[in-house]
């Protein structure tokens, strides 16, 4: 039988007034007037669809400063009251502690009962926790690429033609990894077919020389590079002026590869992003530019370098993910950017669980703790809380992860904040309540896991499709913990279909093991039938 979810936590009122003003314009069409405003004002705002959705489901009640200069600008004459917002001194951050400011609001999570005994010894560990990576050398970084060209809008503009922008942002989530190359800015042949790094990079599916050819050296031709010698100087190439453009040019490449990854899963993706990363590394060590560009290069190379890492992890490659991660912590010390190194924190703890290394998780979760506690967003500390509950599930302290998942729902439940970095846009309801089942399923407690994989289904956007996918499988894999062989294949069968959506070598091989599991129990129907689609899926 069906575990029955809790009641849903109040959701916030819809923007009725914001969703008026849009008319009949897609949410795209709108965020694209929303961006070309922004431009009329001198503001830059990274306003997309997801954006325009939180606003009309009241998730942000009060904008930033920024939007709302943008949207004064747009209905001259209207206060953020008028355009359906709450005041913004409502909206202030509430202290962590009661004291000045008001007392602790009553969280919207009840605390946590005992836990029960489990139900079925036959699953009793994550199957995505059950190969440890070898510890390989961090890569010694690109030591000078080769330069190469920043995007620009229509006629050499400064400004990206974000219009188009969209248009080829659809095309890459309806056409794959052609139109990817399209996106991220690779299909640019100048630099690629005449610069000095024509031809270097290696075909689709070569992860390790991909890897490889992206901290290769850089301008000197094969014949400069022999007669190099460690430790002498070599040939500096020309600098080359950074400014405004190329800066957008790298921040757009971090959003479309997120977007991407959402919809997609990431063994599509790995090669081609990391072509963007190389980019702009160019950028920032063959660059001339001035201290705020530099800063916002280093915080765009150590984000691209993070979404290359996750795409690693997605696919599979825990080395090579670990490298990735390592390069992103270098560019965050060095830039001394806390916001960047939380955000490392918080990708190399969720790697190290998954690779069997729960102590290593724990250390990570909790250096991303130390970090974020500056940056003022109590839905980062909340993730990062969940992190490390997670780490305490693969070890078995049940206490430790209770006392992690009342911190964390107790910093989740004071809302997201205009300090929230962009990049947490996936974390919400349902995916607060996916951690929450894999520390359930981790401590073997299969009913809570089915329960909180279920609600987190249910609560899942449409667009995140990929999350969808691990979910179900989650979901899969706890009812065969529990005993149910038919409610696992049943939602084995729902997994399936999503596959077709999504290319996740990390989730497949969730869904693997359990069909593995269940090939002993093949004379049951449900399971007879769920086995015949997955190895046609396989297959495929």
């Not at 705020?292 to 696919?315: F, K, M, N, P, Y």
Request: net charge neutral; aromatic share 6%.
């Amino acid at each position: 039988m069906a575990a029955t979810p809790p009641a849903e936590p109040d959701r916030p009122s819809p923007n009725t007034v914001m969703r008026t003003l849009r008319g009949d314009r897609s949410p795209g069409e709108f965020a694209m007037a929303v961006r070309r405003a922004a431009r009329e004002i001198g503001e830059h705002v990274s306003c997309d669809a997801r954006y325009v959705g939180r606003v009309e489901s009241g998730e942000i009640r009060c904008p930033n400063y920024a939007y709302e200069r943008v949207f004064r600008h747009m209905w001259p004459g209207r206060t953020l009251t008028d355009l359906g917002f709450a005041p913004r001194s409502a909206v202030r951050r509430r202290p962590v502690d009661g004291g000045p400011g008001g007392g602790e609001a009553a969280p919207l999570h009840p605390p946590f009962p005992p836990l029960p005994a489990p139900r079925s010894p036959l699953s009793t560990q994550l199957p995505y926790a059950a190969s440890p990576y070898a510890d390989s050398a961090a890569p010694d970084g690109p030591s000078r690429p080769g330069a190469g060209a920043g995007p620009r809008g229509p006629g050499g503009s400064p400004h990206l033609d974000e219009e188009n922008d969209d248009v080829r942002r659809r095309t890459f989530l309806a056409g794959g990894t052609t139109a990817l190359a399209t996106v991220i800015g690779i299909d640019r042949p100048a630099a690629a077919a005449t610069g000095p790094t024509a031809g270097r990079f290696p075909a689709a599916g070569d992860g390790a020389a991909a890897r490889a050819a992206l901290f290769d050296a850089g301008p000197m031709s094969d014949a400069g590079r022999a007669g190099f010698v460690p430790g002498r100087p070599g040939p500096v190439p020309p600098p080359r002026r950074v400014g405004t453009a190329e800066v957008l040019g790298v921040e757009q490449a971090v959003r479309d590869i997120r977007l991407a990854d959402d919809a997609h899963g990431a063994d599509a993706l790995y090669e081609l992003a990391g072509q963007s990363l190389r980019h702009a590394y160019v950028l920032l060590n063959d660059g001339e530019y001035g201290l705020e560009t530099e800063r916002r290069l280093q915080a765009g190379a150590g984000e691209l370098a993070i979404s290359v890492g996750w795409l690693a992890h997605d696919s599979n490659r825990l080395a090579d993910a670990r490298s990735f991660y390592a390069e992103a912590l270098a560019t965050a010390r060095m830039a001394g950017d806390s916001a960047l190194e939380a955000h490392v924190f918080c990708n190399s703890a969720f790697l190290a669980r998954d690779a069997g290394r729960p102590r290593e998780a724990l250390r990570a979760a909790q250096a991303g703790q130390a970090a974020a506690r500056q940056l003022d967003s109590d839905r980062l500390l909340a993730l990062l809380a969940m992190r490390e509950a997670g780490a305490w599930a693969v070890l078995r302290d049940r206490a430790a992860c209770e006392r992690a998942l009342t911190r964390a729902y107790v910093l989740f439940d004071r809302g997201p904040s205009e300090a929230d970095p962009e990049w947490m846009s996936f974390f919400g309801e349902a995916e607060i309540a996916g951690l929450q089942s894999q520390c359930w399923s981790a401590l073997g407690d299969w009913d809570r896991a089915s329960e909180q994989a279920l609600l987190a289904i249910d609560l899942q956007e449409p667009q995140f499709v990929r999350n969808r996918a691990l979910y179900t499988a989650e979901l899969a894999h706890d009812r065969l913990g529990r005993g149910d062989l038919a409610g696992a294949a049943h939602h084995g069968d729902t997994a399936v279909v999503l596959f077709e959506q999504v290319r996740s070598a990390r989730v497949r091989g969730m869904l693997a093991d359990t069909a593995e599991r269940l090939r002993a129990h093949a004379a049951v129907p449900e399971v007879r039938r769920f086995l015949a689609g997955y190895d046609r899926s396989a297959a495929a």
